[in-house]
């Protein structure tokens, strides 16, 4: 079973998530699938990629699968979690990747729309981070991309709350780059993807890898990063996290003491 599926056309490729039974849940399963797509459009040289949900959608990800995450003191994650390489995936791509962003976006899944090179929504569209609603410690380069594009203080407002960002706001913080009618979401990002594609491909890959090198030029001492690993672990350890995780089980409200 996939739960991706894929097409190329016109040097575009398109990416479907399609799971929504799920609401199209970063489970492991979707996102090998997802790098998977990723490789094949590398392999066919994609001037363009387009990573969507099923037309129609309200969600065009609900985030990380909660089931799957450790329960056992485990970084939920780590360095070479199916996520994180998800985005690193998207990140070294060639070629711009375009979200088109039908539906609310929530937790993990933030995290790849982020770092798309062009993020397309409707009036529906909204953006929530939730790791604080189930206790979970969010890894640092996450928080970094999230700071890179929105600043620490809207990034602070959407950890700490967890509340969705609506689309006219999400346009504002420069998190959306359009927003557009539903009906006309389709044609319009095809119609931006249409436009880079007559571009030089050479050129863009370069500027997109600069754009990126000089977006990750942050100076971090290993001091700084073995500080943040200590927090983290802090976190993934605690009592507050499997609390949170016992009560998405449980459908109640997580009971919180801090510890």
Known sequence: MTLVTT??????????????????????????????????????????????????AKVWSAGFNIEELPRDGRDPLAYDNPLQKVIRAIMDFPAPVIAMAEGSIWGGACNIAFVCDIVIGTKETCLAITPAKIGVPYNTSGILQFIDIIGAHIAKEMFFTADPVPAEKALALGILNHVVPVEELEAFTLKIAEKIKSNSPLSIRVIKEQLNILGNAMPISPQTFEHIDMLRGMAANSKDYLEGLNAFYEKRKPEFKGE
Request: net charge positive; with cysteine.
């Open 7 to 56: 097409e190329f056309k016109n040097k575009i490729g398109w990416i479907t998530m399609d799971h929504d039974a799920k609401r199209n849940a970063l489970s492991f399963e979707m996102l090998c699938n997802l790098i998977d797509a990723l490789d094949e459009m590398l392999m066919r040289k994609a001037r363009v990629v387009i990573i969507r949900a099923n037309k129609g």
